[in-house]
């Protein structure tokens, strides 16, 4: 009679080899996971801040809301507000 004294046997291949795709999903899961949540460097052409008053101003100009008589008091006026101090 034979017998696997201290050898793995035809199912302790299959579960070897099932346990180790698992562990290298798992890590490179995990390593994956971790740059992902590492916090991103800004990047200074990123439009998702608020734009400025004078931006939004131009904007409305440029679309043709606003004539250039108006762009030009409210471009006055906002710029006359920014310079007076605050109490």
Request: hydrophobic share 40%.
């Amino acid at each position: 009679m034979m017998y696997y004294d201290h050898d793995v046997s035809g199912w302790g291949w299959v579960g070897m080899t099932i346990g180790m795709v698992l562990f290298w999903g798992l890590l490179i899961a995990v390593v994956f996971l971790a740059v992902r949540a590492l916090p991103r460097v800004p990047d200074h052409r990123d439009r998702s801040s608020v734009p400025s008053a004078e931006e939004l101003l131009a904007e409305r100009f440029a679309r043709g809301e606003i004539d250039d008589e108006e762009y030009r008091k409210r471009l006055t006026t906002l710029r006359t507000h920014d310079r007076q101090p605050t109490k």
